[in-house]
Every structure is written in structure tokens, then in C-alpha cells.
């Protein structure tokens, strides 16, 4: 499976989900298995929270919506993961939306997209493509 990674550094991942509610809806995962995000350490925690926002920002940078979203269901995978959704309402923070069949065109720009912010941001922490 493709891997549309945006950010990493030595505590986590950022990549693109393979089925997003909208542009731009990314997950961010810690690289230490965790099953569920209470059992985190807390300052693990605290970076993936840092993380987020970053992203979350050059979310907004990048696809201007009206907010960003954060979501830790912790239901799909036994891996703590975080999704940064890009949102118009509240309506939009549903699983319901997710589209599986986006297009690799698509998940390639709105992953290059995202580099492009944080880069502009002054992250170095920018995945390669």
C-alpha cells in the first residue's frame, strides 16, 4: 500500500490516509506501538499534540478550511493514531465521509501541498516524497 508520508522525526509520522473525509486528512502516529492513546506517555503525548498543530497549520496554509479537526478514535488499528482533518462544519467529522477511492492524483497533491506549508513554515521535519 502507498504511503503519502508529509512529516518525520525521530517520535512520529504524519502521512495521508488511504480513504480521507476531505483534502488533506492526515494521520499522526507515534513510531512506539501503543495501542491506545491513555496509555501514552505523556510526553509522547504532548509531541503528538505539537505535531498536529503544526500540520494543522499548514493544513490551513494549504487548503484554507474553515478548521481543522482532530480525531483519536483508536477503533481501526491496535497503533494510536491521531487524524488531522481539514473541515468545513462539524458534519465533516465523520467516518461516513470517508472517500476510498480518492485518486493517487489527488493524495499526491494534497501530500505534496502539505510539504510545500511546512516547508514554507521552516520545518525540517518534511518527509521526502
Known amino acids: 500500500m502507498p504511503g503519502r508520508f ?76 491521531l487524524h488531522v482533518i481539514p473541515i468545513e462544519s462539524e458534519a465533516d467529522l465523520s467516518f461516513a465521509k470517508a472517500d476510498p477511492s480518492v485518486s493517487d492524483a489527488a493524495q499526491d497533491a494534497a501530500a505534496e501541498a502539505l510539504r510545500a506549508a511546512l516547508r514554507a513554515a521552516g520545518h525540517a521535519e518534511v518527509a521526502d516524497a
Open 6 to 81: 508529509v512529516w518525520r522525526d525521530d517520535r512520529a509520522v504524519v502521512f495521508l490516509t488511504i480513504a480521507p473525509i476531505s483534502t488533506g486528512h492526515v494521520m499522526v502516529v507515534p513510531i512506539e506501538e501503543v495501542d491506545h492513546w491513555l496509555d501514552l506517555d505523556p510526553d509522547l503525548a504532548a509531541h503528538l499534540m505539537r505535531v498536529a498543530q503544526i500540520v494543522g497549520q499548514a493544513q490551513v496554509a494549504a487548503f484554507s478550511p474553515a478548521r481543522v479537526g482532530l480525531i483519536i478514535a483508536g477503533l481501526e488499528v491496535p497503533h494510536t493514531h
